[in-house]
């Protein structure tokens, strides 16, 4: 059977997070909860993309500082044809 977390967990040791992609935050949210439970200190998110739907917030309200390295507005600004507005 899987283990839901891997490795030891030292109480009051911070944690990092790594995602692909923020949305909603209810994923790494499970997680951070879980992690809490085992006793961890600060939890700290980092991801690639942040879809922009409030998981930053959200997560900050849960005593989660979360950052991206991109949002998906400057991931669509940077692709973006730059005649597609004539088109």
């Known amino acids: 059977q899987g283990r839901i977390v891997e ?3 030292v109480p009051g040791q911070p944690v990092v997070l790594l995602e692909d992609v923020l949305t909603t935050g209810e994923s790494v949210g499970f997680a ?6 085992m006793g ?3 939890i700290t998110v980092r991801a690639l993309v942040d879809r922009q739907h409030g998981a930053i917030e959200r997560l900050a309200a849960w005593d ?3 950052t991206a390295l991109f949002t998906l507005e400057q991931l669509i600004a940077a692709y973006e044809p730059p005649d597609a507005a004539q088109a």
């Open 32 to 37: 951070a909860e879980i992690l809490r439970s």
């Open 64 to 66: 989660v500082k979360a």
């Open 40 to 42: 961890v200190g600060a």
């Open 7 to 9: 490795g030891v967990i």
